[in-house]
């Protein structure tokens, strides 16, 4: 494949880069990746990946555009309002680069379809809001094989990690089981500054963008945590991956996938 | 004369940079480690900037020869893939 005069000059501050060059944006524009969840962090992550000409991106969300969603979801516009996330993220991502093909599920990720939403895709990217889709995402990625990102935002606080298969701890070595309902609130429940999405959702996208290309260290084995009142990130080191892991594990417990009862949130 | 056999030739006269160096890159990624790129360019900019590049890079710059009509041709062997 090579490339038209327009990419050339598109991807041109990739080109130049010796770590990605002509070699890493062909992998780009080969690379497929799916978002769970076209919200606070899906939203900046797609349009980074839609605009390093990611060649093909899926969106995976059921919900509609609420005029609550756009104070941090970026990739919605006020005149969205109302209409399928999904088709909102990619109207925008097919505005910003068209050598992106969007793939569009208008579901919420269950135990029923999950592994065949993943199954066609290289990187998994986990923009959920709750703790259910959280496990069932890394469940079924350990099961699958297949790498994802995950992280969680709230109030002024966000996290994420990198499960690659064979090559560190999932999510459940190292957060074990959901925590009690009540225990923890929503981001509805408890707010979230919008940008918080830009800055962990752009890490997320950095990470995918990263292991389609091959280079650097991925945040497997680690967990990034950013508090924006203090303005500070930490990588903390994880332990190995845990071979008594209920899923990942030697003797895994866990073998089929398993949907969590999600907590009711009351308004939106 | 020339102690070179060009493989492939590339004009980068019509961009500016930073275009120059990524013309004259997607160039050489079509040919294999071993061969050679005569890269031609405007005098100026891409004279400085794009054999440094190339260098940058790992890739042999063998010879910057003056077309004496306002542009160069770069000879380049590619030693990295």
């Known amino acids: 494949m090579a490339f038209t005069n327009e990419q050339m000059e598109r991807y041109s501050r990739h080109i130049i880069l010796q770590e990605v060059g002509v070699k890493g ?33 899926g969106i995976v969300d059921a919900d509609e555009v609420d005029l609550s969603n756009l104070q941090r979801q970026i990739i919605h516009g006020t005149a969205d309002v109302g209409k399928a996330k999904v088709k909102s993220a990619k109207e925008t991502m097919n505005a910003m680069n068209p050598d992106v093909t969007v793939n569009t599920y208008r579901e919420f990720v269950t135990s029923e379809n999950i592994m065949d939403l993943i199954k066609d895709y290289d990187f998994i990217i986990d923009g959920t809001d709750n703790f259910p889709a959280k496990f069932l995402i890394n469940d079924a990625c350990v099961m699958a094989k297949k790498p994802f990102s995950h992280a969680g935002i709230i109030r002024f606080k966000g996290q994420l990690m990198t499960y690659v298969p064979g090559e560190g701890p999932c999510y459940r070595c190292v957060f074990k089981n959901p925590p009690p309902k009540d225990a923890v609130p929503t981001c509805k429940q408890a707010g979230v500054i919008g940008a918080m999405g830009g800055v962990i959702g752009s890490l997320q996208a950095m990470e995918a963008i990263k292991y389609l290309i091959g280079v650097g260290d991925l945040l497997t084995g680690k967990l990034l945590t950013f508090d924006a ?20 594990g030697d003797h895994p417990t866990i073998t089929e996938l398993i949907d969590y009862e999600q907590i009711e949130c009351d308004g939106k | 004369m020339a102690d070179f056999e060009i493989d492939e030739r590339v004009d980068i006269t ?18 294999e480690v071993g061969q050679i ?3 031609t360019m405007n005098d100026g900019e891409p004279v400085q900037n794009v054999p440094r590049s190339f260098k940058e890079e790992g890739q042999q710059i063998l010879k910057l020869i003056d077309n004496e009509n306002g542009t160069y041709d770069l000879i380049v062997k590619k030693l990295e893939d």
Do not use: S
């Open chain 1, 25 to 57: 944006q062909k992998k780009l524009l080969n690379g497929k990746v799916l978002i769970i969840g076209a919200g606070g962090l899906g939203a900046p992550a797609a349009m980074y990946l839609a605009a390093a000409g990611v060649g093909t991106i």
């Open chain 2, 37 to 39: 790129l005569a890269v």
């Open chain 2, 14 to 31: 019509d961009v500016v940079c930073p275009m120059t160096f990524v013309k004259a890159k997607v160039a050489m990624e079509e040919l």
């Open chain 1, 229 to 248: 009142l203090k303005m500070e990130f930490h990588t903390v080191k994880l332990p190995k991956a845990n071979g008594g892991c209920a899923v990942c």
